[in-house]
């Protein structure tokens, strides 16, 4: 676990987007990169979740973040598109994207992989971020530093027996954090990955049912490596990959 403590304002007048804000991880993550200064834009599928982390957000007089109600299942690249529009003609630029959302998929042996379902995983875990990040990164360009996060897994980089999709699609993150990491060597833009590990959430209750989740981490407690990378802190570090935990 990264021992690092962010100052109060690291995230001062910086505008960040993040995806799946509405529960989880991206949840925490939103909550604690306003709470450093940030304007945030909460990306997600279920509205009402989305506006209660906005609430909490106003409510403790954080800069006032923004939502955008996208289910990446569907989401075509116009749609990405007219999205990057908006926030660039809203804020001028966008310094930081939290690449968060996934989906789990099922679990089970590889000769009963669904395929119907393998291409939702790779649609939600990987396509839509291949689109998410090719229309922003114009307006990540124009920020005097940026720095693009990747959600990964431990299945994403050690294989394991029964993951399946969800597994491929971790690999694929690593694959494209590392790709666009070299593109952007020597650029304003910095291209990371983290591994959350085991945190208590409702997509790790449904991967573990019989864990008791109390014995794990909180979303709140893994936050520091997020900030870590969000923050100026880092602006040097590119293509690398993390462990929150
Ligand atoms: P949760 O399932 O708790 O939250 C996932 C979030 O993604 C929800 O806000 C959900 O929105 C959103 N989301 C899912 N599908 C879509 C979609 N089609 N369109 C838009 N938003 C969508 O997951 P976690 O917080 O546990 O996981 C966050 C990240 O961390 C994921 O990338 C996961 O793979 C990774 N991870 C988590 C670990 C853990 O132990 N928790 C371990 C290793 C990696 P909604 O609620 O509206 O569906």
Redesign the pocket.
Known sequence: MLEYQAAKDLLQGKTILV?????????AAAIEFAKHGATVIL????VK?LEAVYDVIEQAGYPTPAIVP????GATEQNYRDMAETIGEQFGHLDGLLH?????GALGPFEHIDIPSLEDVLK??VT?QVMLTKALLPIMRQAPSASIIF????VGRQGRAYWGP?AFS?FATEGMMQVLAHECDGTSVRVNSI??????????A??YPAENPLD?KT?EEIMPTYLYLMGQDSSDINGQQFNAQ
């Open positions: 995806t799946g804000a509405g529960a989880g991880i991206g949840r990306l997600g599928k279920t979740k996208l289910d990446l299942k968060n959302a996934s989906l789990l939600v875990n839509s959600t990964s897994s431990s969800y971790k591994n959350p590990g085991a945190t208590r959430t409702e997509m790790r449904k991967a794990l979303a």
